[in-house]
């Protein structure tokens, strides 16, 4: 799966306003992370996880950090990513499921 | 509430009863462990899990394996109150393991591959299915007091 040019530019377009607020929308990503999906925060019981932490708005830098290198390595976010993607397999081990953008989950009860 | 038909209890307490747990357990957590290793992230203080060799024969994974299908046997005992059968457990993993719900729908179709490999023909369609059901609704409980 890739992106079109079309796409791309309009990638690079969005993200470039974006960048000008960067940590603050890092910050709220996270608590709406936090919020709509409970059980994300259990990679983070180290954390302070109070609206406005430090931790959080530190932590929603980095995010958005990443986010911005592949932005800048559009060609190649695979590559870009790789060392990112390493330390989440093995180092903080993160079930795969997190990365997804959608979540349909189908419950039963 | 979960529906359970008169077939699908049937279905769910006859195989059980043949389960061995001690062996069914260990067997489970071991491929769970070998299979999707980041799940390793919760064992750092079971020793050696540096081989499929070393986690099959490890004494912990094992002991811990047979503990978590024990506690699944509740399950089976429980079909029409499954939330609050599992809530403490939920909340512990919840709030002092801090366990990603995630691993327990891992977990569980890790049971059914299991249960496959040992009861092969008998483990038919039907049964498939119900137990599929079964531990999708088991996970469920677990995770419902995630906070």
């Not at chain 1, 330390?87 to 039963?108: G, M, T």
Request: charged share 20%; glycine share 6%; proline share 3%.
């Amino acid at each position: 799966m890739t992106l079109t040019q079309a796409e791309k530019a309009a990638v690079i377009a969005i993200w470039a306003k974006v960048a000008t607020q960067a940590d603050a929308i890092g910050a709220e990503s996270l608590e709406r992370l936090f919020c709509s999906y409970p059980q994300t925060k259990t990679y983070f019981p180290h954390f302070d996880l109070s609206q406005g932490s430090a931790q959080l708005r530190g932590h929603g830098s980095k995010v958005m950090n990443a986010i911005g290198e592949a932005v800048k390595h559009i060609d190649d976010i695979r590559g870009a990513l790789a060392k990112l993607s390493e330390l989440h397999a093995y180092i903080l081990r993160v079930d795969p499921v997190n990365f997804k953008v959608s979540e349909h989950r189908n419950f039963q009860g | 509430m979960v529906h359970w038909s008169a077939e699908e209890k049937q279905l769910i307490t006859s195989l059980w009863g043949k389960v061995n747990v001690e062996e069914c357990g260990a067997e489970a957590l071991a491929r769970l462990l070998i299979v999707y290793p980041w799940t390793q992230r919760f064992f750092d203080n079971f020793g050696n899990l540096s081989s499929p060799t070393a986690i099959i024969g490890n004494p912990k994974v094992r002991a811990h394996g047979k503990k978590v299908l024990t506690s699944f046997g509740e399950a089976v005992k429980n079909l029409d109150n499954l939330k609050a059968t599992y809530s403490k457990l939920s909340e512990l993993h919840c709030e002092k393991l801090h366990v990603d719900p995630e691993n327990f729908r891992l977990l569980g179709d890790i049971l059914i591959i299991v249960l496959a490999a040992h009861f092969a023909k008998d483990f038919t369609p039907a049964c498939q299915a119900t137990w599929q059901k079964l531990v999708g609704v088991v996970a469920h409980a677990l995770a419902y007091k995630y906070h």
